[in-house]
């Protein structure tokens, strides 16, 4: 008989060979120079000054003055705290490394638990070994990018909100708040997870007065975690700016992104013009600025080719969001279109994985459904602005999930049909 758990010992260590090979391999030259170094210098910064700044790859330099509200706090504080103890040269972004890669193999585990928990020993495993090998995530948990993190918390919030539906012990609800929380200090996009949940929880049929009781308390600790954020912003922009605001350079770039778009003005050249009418703007009012650009342009793209925009926005986003790959260095000598073909073949593999799991098996359906809830949730948060292969990132354990559920049920309706009498 195969004892199961003890498989998944074996799963995260080869995930953590193949992680730690990569990252003796190319060292600290594995990086994008991009954004993972700006929250680098973001952790420094914090350090020696104090104040959260941020400064994009292709941002002015003065931006690395202003307190910034264009990102959530979580990766600059996880990278302080790594810092403080280890330093900022080598060693320090050496053991930042090694924690990211610690976290993402917790998220692997995370995994396992979530899908052993609705789908079965098996399912768990295999959403666990898809993920483990994973090029892409190898690549990610090598980048000191906030994807990581995110992802592993994803995990847990959904895992925990499942358990929680299921057995309403109120163990369940903290550790689903705390993940919550911690998901929101790195990206701001799972804000509205709780309308997901709420609908899932009419579906379990959650007594609507522990609901509430519990939606309280959970107001009540989102005010008391994110006070000393919005106080903060406050101070320096004299705004309530509830997470971030830094959603004008993305939501700009999204309206040149689809088909019909208004492009009468390229957008090098528009970003160019705005550089020169707002010379001295800083971080937040050049964010504020595109995003007022960007809903101008959305207003006469709406009242040009409204079709163009539906279809952009409603399905060709989707496509480009889920048809993407993160996979800007190559490694292992692992060709960028193998790891194409490889995310296509796993993309459509959770989604025919989904579909046959619901159509065979009458038990967990609801799980199913919310797990398929939580990704259209994502696909039209991340398809409002410019979209591209690095957003399905954090989701793609729960795709990788629908292929172990499919290949679970498929499996076990073959042996039903093949032994009928049982």
Known sequence: MIRWPRWIGWVILLAFVLRIAALMTYG???????????????????????????????????????????????????????FWLFGTGTVGVYAAKIATILIGLAGIYGIYLLGRYCFGEAAGLIAALLLAVSVEQILTDNLLLTETPFMTSLIYLVYFSVKLASKRKPVYFYALLFFYLVALFFKATVALYPLVLFVYLLFKRYPFPLMIRQATIALVAILVVLGPWWVRNYV???????????????????????????????LSALLQRLQ????????????????????????????????????????????????????????????????????????????????????????????MLFIAMVLGYFTVVYSVYFVFGRYNVAAMPLVFLGIGAGTVAVRRCVRIWGHPSQ
């Open 236 to 266: 320096h922009y004299h705004q309530f700016i509830p997470l971030t605001a830094g959603d004008g350079n993305p939501l700009l770039m999204g309206t040149y992104q689809g088909v019909g778009y208004p492009n009468h003005e390229p």
């Open 276 to 367: 020169t009418e707002y010379p001295n703007a800083d971080s937040f009012t050049w964010m504020q600025v595109q995003k007022e650009v960007a809903m101008e342009r959305l207003r006469e793209w709406w009242q040009s080719s409204p079709g163009s925009l539906l279809y952009s926005y409603l399905l060709r986003k989707p496509i480009i969001l889920w048809g993407g790959t993160f996979y800007w260095i190559e490694i292992f000598r692992i060709s960028p279109e193998t790891v194409v073909v490889l995310h296509h073949l796993a993309v459509v593999g959770g989604v025919a994985g989904g579909l046959l799991y619901l159509a065979l098996n009458r038990h967990n359906r609801g799980e």
């Open 28 to 82: 600290l030259s594995l990086t994008l120079h991009s954004d993972d170094q700006g929250y680098v210098h973001s952790a420094i910064r914090l350090l020696q000054t104090g104040t959260l700044t941020y400064r994009g790859p292709s941002e002015p330099a003065r931006f690395e003055l202003d307190p910034t509200v264009k990102i959530m706090p979580g990766q600059p504080f996880l990278l302080a705290a790594i």
